[in-house]
């Protein structure tokens, strides 16, 4: 009865809040002890979970993740989905593989791991080792907190997928047994409460129950170690060191350990790191004050473990670090730890890069990149940036990445572009003044790539690899653009803003993303959306035709049937037609202009005329085109649709304007083929160095 | 006269040979002309015209990369077609600018170039072949294999370490010198069939190898030198090629102008390099040489330096048998 009381009353604390979380619901809470060999790679581990059933109902059985078991063998349904290879890298099919064998799981004393089974809720892959699923001999009550008692034992695999080692540097990512969730009803809109623990697969990444961390981590000496948590006590013995680490408020525990890192420390100071031009373009757009907008911001410190070839990187990562933390406290809300530490991953371990974990993240630096004119590629910023943010729409936002992989990397590719562009401009640079915009990247990836999948689907359900990786990134992160350009800046960065603010600390979905955005009752964003996110919707808008011709006035059989401006007798000749170089007006025009494909959206249509006249006319997009029949003292030149390419998911930008011989402006063609033809010339002239 | 201000004289002089070789570069580049405009043509016809004429635009560029795959792989093979016809191009043409330089005389060019060319290819086409096995050889067993060795040895090593950095610095350094080396020789070779010292690419090789003996280094500065000089060359022109940025279609002419006087800048530097080699190599013959090996019998000539006149009226205008062991550039 007791139980059923607290059940009730934790349900009751537990349901889904109408207002944001000032902290999050803690349901599990980990103390962990672990052992690393670094000569044989094998690792032993004990952990304390205390897991609470936050759910109305009793709970019969427990689901662990055992992710590396992924690294198993090649029957895993990780390693059959991605072959072998993750991002361009390759497993060490030789002598990389990995393994978690939890050896003991008790419960008030009894051994639970013999009566434990494996199983694959998505694919039933009968080989697949990473969902362990342990029947327990009572059920766990609602509201009531399980201690249990975990030993295993795990070989850490060889780098190709984010956990793993190459020489003497290790990335421990999802690494020890860690329990499912068990979405009470309600949590992110389920109707009823169940298990939410998929397996590991080669597009998946993560989703887990927020907790506090306690973690000894005991390896040799030598080894620098970084961590999610901060370091609370160092104990040493024989050669070997036991470092604690502790965090609260997380929902995974990443570490990493190298005895080449060089640590380098500095620290987030909003009084000094918050950009003047920043706070006050956000306060005029988000309609706070300054004051109010730096309510929250508090210093952080930033520990960067740099490897001692990429030295030169340590200021690039640092201000990268400085101005996301900046930038995401402005437009989202301050980042709410003390700490981010920055993992720079050496260059034979590529299969750790680029991955995020809370508070801790693996960044990119190549040395390559560090010289002239290479340092103008701006791509380790780039990463630092996107990895950090990450730690918002992954991390604080705590979305279902299985389910909802766009809910992550998404959002997270428009912020990152947008951090990008604004304080680099073009990232990726070619002395002199040529270069790409990271949102022009992104967008030319979706919007002018192959489609196979609407934007929402299971991570493993997409197509192909391909089609997973553009509709997780630059498919929603482009489509989001979209919905900002239709919404106007204020409504939408204040919708953004209130999405984050809403579920810091929560599970969102989709749908509580989608409807912030359509709060502002924008009809095309509420088309857009499901033609996006749910449909392979696409568009493209078109200048089918423009022409123009001297409208030399009436001509023909008025009603009186008398002949006007030219003369019936069969034995003259016509009339010659007028010369239209002298022709003084007026002209008569012809525009027809299209939109292609299922998704509505409203466009501008300009008309240029020769004297420089311009006539801009609204479309809304209704119908398949639209036709523009126009009389002027001077020519049409020129009729373009969406002139500000404000269709960031126009399929093909190039057709929306078309010239009439009327225009008489210099020939971009022109200038084209002789860059190329320099350019081929300078191509064929090397062969002088040779031949 | 020191080699490189008789490579620069010489460069002065014979412009209308620098003129060939230009003509040789400009023509194959003019290959890829019309897929060009095939591919190009959308520039005047969609959004982005004014956009590109006033300079760049990001967006516009990787939307036309990206929707006009089927045109940019159309000039992608006419720009393979281009560099075969010009590798050929200078394979052919290189023995008869030889032959002119001997000959000191810097006009008629375009039609002794041609016929003179036209009885050396076949020996320079074999001297090419065997240009490039020598390179493939010495480059596998001086670069790729210590570079896959040390490999091995730093496997586990981290990276920019001293056995990854030594791998890169190898490939780098052993690369070049080794193709320096084998580079040199075959220019050598090609001096050898143009003066008449051999009748085939064999016997220009052993030739070659007898002007290179002890004196490889001297050599490969010359080659560097003019290397380097063509590399400040082509990236003073393309720099201020791409500053120029013109926008108007008469600006767009004038580009192509003055990128033409680079690339005839660079021609001259062509054959600047082919002047210097010529008296770099005339210093090193021997009082008497070998020649005519190739014929069976042995033949012993004087090497007495011509003067240019008599150089020119001792050879027929064509023909690849002619031998002369003089030069009218050391004289000049």
């Given at each position: 009865m007791r139980k059923l009381l607290l059940g009730v009353a934790l349900t009751l604390a537990c349901a889904l809040p109408t207002s944001a979380l000032e902290a999050p619901r803690k349901i599990v809470d980990y103390d962990i002890q672990v052992a690393l060999d670094p000569e044989t790679k094998l690792v032993e581990g004990a952990e304390t979970l205390k897991w609470t059933n936050a759910s109305d109902v009793p709970v019969g059985e427990l689901r662990f993740h055992l992710y590396w078991n992924a690294f198993r063998n090649d029957r895993s349904t990780f390693f059959k989905e991605s072959g072998g290879q993750l991002r361009g890298d390759k497993a060490d099919t030789g002598k990389g593989w990995g393994y978690t064998d939890v050896t003991s799981l008790k419960w008030d004393g009894v051994e639970l791991v013999k009566g434990a089974r494996f199983e694959s809720p998505d694919d039933g892959n009968p080989d697949d080792r990473t969902v362990l699923v342990v029947p327990l001999p009572r059920p766990i009550a609602p509201g009531e907190t399980a201690t249990l008692a975990i030993a295993w034992k795990a070989k850490v695999p060889r780098v190709y997928a984010r956990a793993g080692y190459v020489r003497d540097f290790f990335m421990f990512g999802q690494w020890f047994p860690q329990i499912g969730v068990y979405e009470p009803k309600g949590r992110r809109r389920r109707t009823d409460s169940g298990w939410n623990c998929h397996q590991y697969h080669a597009n998946s990444e993560f989703y887990a129950d927020w907790g506090d961390y306690r973690v000894a981590v005991t390896l040799p000496e030598k080894f620098v170690v970084g961590s999610a948590g901060a370091l609370v006590d160092t104990k040493t013995a024989g050669g070997r060191k036991t470092l604690t680490f502790k965090q609260k408020s997380i929902h995974n525990f990443a570490f990493t350990a190298d005895p080449r890192y060089v640590l380098v420390e500095d620290v987030f100071d909003p009084a000094k790191d918050i950009p003047a031009d920043e706070i006050a373009h956000a306060s005029k757009t988000l309609g706070r004050s300054e004051a109010d907008l730096r309510a929250g911001f508090h210093k952080v410190a930033i520990r960067l473990y740099l490897q001692p070839d990429h030295r030169a990187f340590d200021r690039r990562h640092i201000e990268a670090q400085k101005w996301a933390l900046a930038w995401t406290g402005l437009w989202a809300f301050p980042y709410p730890y003390a700490q981010i530490s920055i993992v720079d991953t050496p260059e034979d371990g590529l299969g750790a890069t680029g991955m995020e974990y809370e508070t801790i993240y693996t960044t990119l630096s190549l040395k390559l990149l560090s010289h002239w004119p290479l340092d103008r590629i701006y791509l380790p910023e780039m990463v630092t940036i996107h990895e950090f943010t990450h730690g918002y729409w992954m991390g604080l936002l705590a979305s279902n990445e299985f389910e909802e992989s766009w809910m992550d990397e998404g959002i997270n590719t428009f912020t990152e572009f947008v951090m990008v562009d604004r304080k680099y401009g073009a990232y990726l640079k070619v002395p002199p003044g040529i270069g790409f915009l990271d949102q022009e990247v992104n967008r030319a990836q979706a919007a002018l790539s192959q489609d196979h999948d609407p934007i929402q689907a299971y991570a493993w359900k997409y197509a192909t690899g391909d089609s997973y990786g553009r509709n997780s990134y630059p498919q929603p992160g482009t489509t989001i653009q979209q919905i900002r350009l239709l919404l106007g800046e204020e409504a939408f960065w204040r919708a953004f803003r209130g999405y984050a603010e809403r579920w810091r600390f929560d599970h969102p979905t989709s749908e509580d993303f989608l409807d912030a955005m359509r709060a502002s009752g924008d009809p095309h964003v509420a088309a857009l959306i499901p033609k996006t996110w749910y449909g392979r919707g696409w568009v493209d808008f078109a200048i089918l035709e423009a022409s123009t011709q001297p409208d030399d006035g009436f001509m023909g059989f008025d009603d009186a049937d008398k002949p006007v401006n030219f003369d019936p007798d069969p034995k003259k000749k016509p009339p010659?037609?007028?010369?239209e170089k002298n022709h003084k007006g007026p002209w008569q025009s012809l525009v027809v202009a299209s939109r292609d494909g299922d998704i509505e959206m409203p466009a501008h249509v300009v008309l240029t005329f020769k004297d420089g006249q311009k006539v801009e006319r609204t479309w809304d997009g209704a119908g398949g085109w639209i036709k523009y029949r126009v009389t002027s003292s001077s020519p049409l030149v020129k009729a373009e649709v969406d002139p500000d390419h404000r269709t960031v998911l126009d399929r093909n930008p190039w057709n929306n304007a078309r010239y009439t011989k009327k225009y008489e402006g210099p020939s971009a063609a022109a200038k084209g083929r002789t860059y190329t033809l320099h350019l081929v010339e300078i191509l064929l002239s090397t062969l002088w160095g040779v031949l | 006269m020191s080699v490189t201000l008789s490579g620069l004289s010489a460069a002065l002089r014979h412009r209308r040979l620098a003129g060939v070789l230009w003509l040789s570069l400009l023509a194959s580049a003019l290959l890829t002309w019309y897929p060009m405009k095939a591919l190009f043509a959308i520039f005047d016809e969609g959004a982005f015209r004014e956009a590109l004429v006033k300079g760049w635009d990001g967006w516009g560029m990787l939307s036309f990369l990206l929707t006009q795959r089927h045109e940019i792989a159309i000039a992608e093979a006419s720009i393979a077609a281009a560099l075969l016809a010009f590798a050929l191009l200078q394979i052919f043409l290189t023995g008869g600018v030889l032959r002119v330089l001997v000959d000191g005389r810097p006009r008629p060019v375009f039609a002794r170039v041609v016929a003179e060319s036209a009885g050396l290819f076949k020996a320079n086409l074999w001297a090419t072949g065997r240009f490039a096995l020598t390179a493939l050889f010495w480059g596998g067993l001086l670069v790729a294999a210590p570079v896959k060795l040390l490999g091995k040895l730093g496997k586990d090593a981290p990276p920019h370490t001293f056995l990854p950095d030594l791998a890169f610095w190898w490939a780098i350094v052993v690369g070049a010198i080794v193709f320096l080396n084998v580079g040199l020789r075959f220019d050598l070779a090609r001096i050898a069939l143009a003066r008449g010292d051999a009748r085939n690419a064999r016997g220009a090789y052993r030739v070659a190898k007898q002007r290179l003996s002890g004196r490889r280094a001297s050599g490969i500065r010359i080659i560097l030198f003019w290397l380097a000089l063509g590399a400040v060359v082509q990236a003073a022109f393309t720099s201020a090629g791409l500053q120029i940025n013109p926008h108007t279609d008469g600006a767009v002419a004038g580009l192509f102008l003055f990128r033409q006087a680079g690339f005839f800048l660079l021609a001259m530097v062509r054959v600047g390099f082919w002047a210097a080699l010529l008296v770099w190599e005339e210093r090193r013959r021997p009082a008497y040489s070998v020649i005519g090996s190739a014929s069976g019998g042995t033949t012993w000539k004087s090497s007495e330096p011509m003067a240019a006149s008599a150089a020119a009226s001792a050879r027929p205008e064509t023909g690849s048998s002619v031998t002369t062991n003089g030069s009218a550039l050391l004289s000049s």
């Open positions: 010659k037609k007028p010369d | -």
